[in-house]
């Protein structure tokens, strides 16, 4: 039971208070997990060639997670309790290579050694009898991404005046103005709304899925002359991302959040034109910002647009936190995790001084990478989706907003007596 000051005075002074703890539900046990693998090791020409495949499946039964969805009136969060089975189905492969060649005379080693894997989890048992898509259901893959299909921007204010009143849902309470994004009917009642449930989803479908799939990493090795170099890539070959920190949305999330170079290409109607020439600076105009830019990426310039601070759940999402189709970026990336060059000196040399082995060598880590979303996060940091998966929760995690994996050079020296 957790205890403080009321947040009220009573008689001129604060009161101690105590509050109830959240229930616990008499449901709650160890977790079983059950496995089956079948693998295949095979070497080739003295282990020259080696590989190794493993297919699995594994079934999770009585998963720790928030239980069934109660009623309002329950008031308070439904406990976690072992509510739930999923299924995960895999496979992992790994190739290597390791032979000797000579080069000059002098013997070279090659070593190459690649690790993919992927897999895919579905709920296989969870009391959601209506389905609902703030909670798990049954069949449901782990990381969906529900949200909107992009149908671009209104452009005229005659656009905004048809629309029914009820198709503000999306939006929120700002008011509509040319600029604003448009999305796809998709079940042709002219209205844009948000579903509740997987049968009756109204204009919201699954867009994407933010799992990373497709893990991969490869080593690269050679050794000749006394130089040896090594480098090692990971990446992840498959994985949606729709962005919802001020880091990417700046100003549209938060008017003091300021703005980053990708959201200039916003949208600028062809009426606005003369009123944002007599309102800027001139370096606005000079950087053609007071033209019309009816064709952006971005929508007109509007604070608490991509608000989320009503949640980041699908039902409660609104504005550009709503996920769509057009900010929807790809997270997928492969990162150079380390190259390291060195030189041992030749063993003639290291008797005179009475030195085993003395090598000298120069190493980098997290040198570059390659991705959509690096200019905006580090791609390692949106990867931790561990909450996000559950539809439940509103989560910051793999959020981006991570201290970013630090670029270092190292230079050192190996002495051994």
């Known amino acids: 039971m957790s205890n403080g000051p009321a947040p009220y005075l009573i008689d001129g002074s604060i009161p101690q208070m105590i509050a109830s703890p959240n229930p616990v539900s008499a449901n ?7 496995s089956q693998n079948f693998g295949v090791d095979l070497g080739l020409f003295r282990q020259q060639i080696s590989a190794s495949f ?3 499946r594994r079934d999770t039964k009585d998963m720790l ?4 969805e109660l009623p309002g009136a329950f008031g308070a969060p439904e406990p976690s309790e072992n509510a739930a089975d999923l299924q995960t189905k895999g496979w992992e492969l790994s190739l290597g290579y390791d032979n000797e060649f000579s080069a000059a005379g002098k013997p070279l080693r090659l070593t190459a050694r690649v690790i993919l894997s992927d897999s895919r989890t579905h709920i296989t048992r969870f009391d959601n009898p209506n389905r609902s898509l703030t909670q798990y259901y049954e069949g449901k893959e782990l990381g969906e991404i529900w949200g909107l299909r992009s149908d671009g921007f209104f452009q005229t204010q005659e656009e905004i005046d048809a629309l029914d009143e009820s198709a503000v849902i999306p939006w929120g309470a700002l008011n509509i103005v040319p600029g604003w994004p448009k999305y796809q009917d998709l079940d042709g009642n002219n209205i844009i709304e ?20 497709l893990r991969f990493g490869i080593n690269l090795a050679a050794e000749w002359n006394g130089f040896d170099f090594s480098v090692f890539f990971q990446g992840i070959g498959k994985m949606d991302y729709y962005p919802l920190h001020y880091l990417y949305w700046g100003y549209y999330q938060q008017p003091y959040a300021g703005g980053y170079h990708h959201l200039m290409d916003f949208y600028r109607g062809s009426d606005d034109s003369d009123v944002l020439r007599a309102q800027h600076s001139q370096a606005y105009l000079d950087a053609g910002l007071a033209d019309a830019n009816t064709d952006a990426k971005y929508p007109v310039l509007q604070a608490w647009l991509a608000d989320r601070n009503l ?7 609104q504005g550009l936190a709503l996920p769509q189709t057009r900010y929807l970026l790809d997270g997928s990336y492969l990162r150079l995790k380390n190259l390291t060059l060195g030189y ?12 085993n082995r003395l090598r000298i060598y120069v ?3 997290n040198l570059t990478e390659w991705s959509q979303v690096k200019d905006y996060f580090d791609p390692e940091a949106i990867t931790d989706n561990i909450d996000k998966v559950d539809p439940s929760k509103s989560t910051n995690s793999g959020s981006g907003y991570a201290y970013p994996f630090q670029r270092r050079v190292s230079f050192g020296v190996e002495l051994q007596f």
């Not at 709650?28 to 059950?34: A, F, M, S």
């Not at 948000?194 to 799939?213: H, M, S, Y």
């Not at 030749?346 to 030195?355: D, F, G, H, N, Y």
């Open 363 to 365: 190493s980098g880590e």
């Open 28 to 34: 709650y046990t160890w977790e079983r997990v059950l």
């Open 65 to 68: 997670t928030q239980g069934k």
């Open 54 to 56: 493993d297919i699995y």
């Open 344 to 355: 041992s000196l030749p063993a003639s040399i290291l008797e005179r001084i009475r030195v």
């Open 311 to 317: 949640g980041e759940r699908v039902d409660q999402a």
């Open 194 to 213: 948000k579903g509740a449930t997987v049968d009756d989803p109204k204009d919201l479908t699954v867009i994407g899925n933010i799992t990373p799939r």
